[in-house]
């Protein structure tokens, strides 16, 4: 399954697997599963007729997913045969993911082909950090701050025009960190302390900015228009897990400040494209999870893709332990060449319909969808000239 980094059955029989070790383990996993998945718990006889109901709603079988369970005598043969999912419903799905397989292959190739041709055009439209102070920052009497300057909004995106881009990814860069990233902005979605800023290598503000600017707006645009959620501060990482240590999602970890992200850097997409290494802050072990559909934005205009996580990664953390893994993660944005040892922030999004992180065919074909969508209401075309259509020749 593409949730599992291509591995589609995991074989546990003749085990000796428990209750217990389904709840804790097994039922999670299953939970995390996005496309057809085979489970083999075939022969394991310390699994009881208690576990029975929580198995069968724990199967997505909508997605051709099934568990062999045949061998487990404390359970019903009913469960038995629902769980094996052999029904047509069940083939079709198998089906439709092999046909989402090879066209996920044929544009992963074809993205791959393009990569110094993407280069080559973004290479005039590239820009360094943007550094916009808010009212906590210190400034002396006089002094302009970074990005304050009141810029007339442009009427329409400037195609073609060198000045008026630059000029107009800075102001989407201060517009989006003014709202996100900053505690005064409507949109910041982080519980703080007396920092009142989002935790170390966390912001949104940028991709906001960038994903506006792919979709030639001349304003920031929402989360919600590109099928993104904003967090909720302070909410915890959902599901069962070990239960001596506390479970808490990377953002709650972070802003607690039980954790710290101490590098995030992404290279390439698919598997390993983001290497990601916390530190326990905390006197006590920690199970931090990073969820799927998480994001992960570029820190400047370096026009490379921004990353999302394509599979949920668990960190088991003891008290002040280092740990760094290679996290699985989806390109979001075709349009742009991929991350090149490019460090990156977490930020504030996740995505809505966790159905487009079945393959990285349906992320481009969601984000491009929309970048396209939004261009196409402009009225412009390449060349900055309004689109109006075939002019109607002269009655003779």
């Avoid at 400034?139 to 007339?152: L, N, V, W």
């Avoid at 969601?366 to 075939?390: D, I, V």
């Amino acid at each position: 399954a593409a949730s599992c980094d291509g591995v589609t059955c995991l074989v546990l029989a003749d085990n000796y697997i428990t209750d217990d070790g389904v709840t804790e383990h097994l039922l999670p996993f299953l939970g995390e599963v996005l496309a057809p998945f085979r489970l083999s718990l075939a022969g394991n006889k310390d699994i009881s007729s208690l576990i029975e109901q929580s198995l069968l709603s724990a199967v997505p079988s909508s997605m051709g997913c099934s568990i062999d369970a045949r061998g487990i005598t404390r359970l019903s043969e009913n469960a038995i045969v629902q769980l094996l999912n052999e029904t047509e419903e069940a083939a079709a799905a198998i089906l439709a993911e092999a046909e989402e397989r090879a066209l996920t292959a044929a544009a992963c190739q074809q993205f791959d082909q393009a990569q110094a041709e993407l280069k080559k055009r973004w290479e005039d439209e590239c820009d360094p950090v943007v550094i916009v102070l808010d009212e906590e920052d210190n400034q002396r009497p006089g002094e302009d701050r970074p990005g304050d300057t009141a810029t007339p909004v442009l009427p329409v995106f400037p195609l073609g025009d060198k000045q008026k881009l630059g000029d107009l990814r800075k102001q989407l860069t201060v517009a989006g960190i003014k709202m996100y990233d900053q505690v005064s902005g409507t949109g910041f979605a982080w519980t703080v302390g007396r920092s009142k800023k989002p935790p170390p290598r966390c912001g949104s503000g940028q991709i906001l900015a960038h994903f506006s600017y792919l979709s030639w707006s001349v304003n920031l645009r929402n989360p919600q228009d590109f099928g993104l959620k904003v967090r909720v501060a302070g909410e915890e990482a959902n599901g069962v897990g070990q239960t001596h240590s506390a479970m808490l999602s990377l953002h709650s970890a972070t802003e607690s400040g039980a954790c710290q992200i101490e590098a995030a850097v992404g290279k390439s997409y698919g598997r390993d494209a983001l290497t990601l290494r916390l530190k326990s802050t905390s006197s006590s072990p920690l199970h931090i999870v990073v969820s799927a559909g998480s994001i992960f934005e570029h820190i400047s205009w370096m026009h490379h893709q921004n990353l999302m996580v394509s599979r949920t990664i668990h960190f088991n953390l003891a008290a002040g332990q280092v740990e760094e893994k290679k996290l699985p993660a989806f390109c979001m944005n075709a349009s742009c060449a991929c991350a090149d040892n490019d460090p990156m922030y977490l930020t504030c999004f996740q995505i809505q319909d966790r159905a487009v992180l079945q393959s990285q065919s349906r992320v481009w074909n969601h984000f491009e969808g929309l970048f396209n969508k939004y261009k196409a209401e402009t009225g412009l075309k390449e060349g900055g000239k309004k689109n109006r259509g075939k002019k109607k020749g002269k009655a003779r």
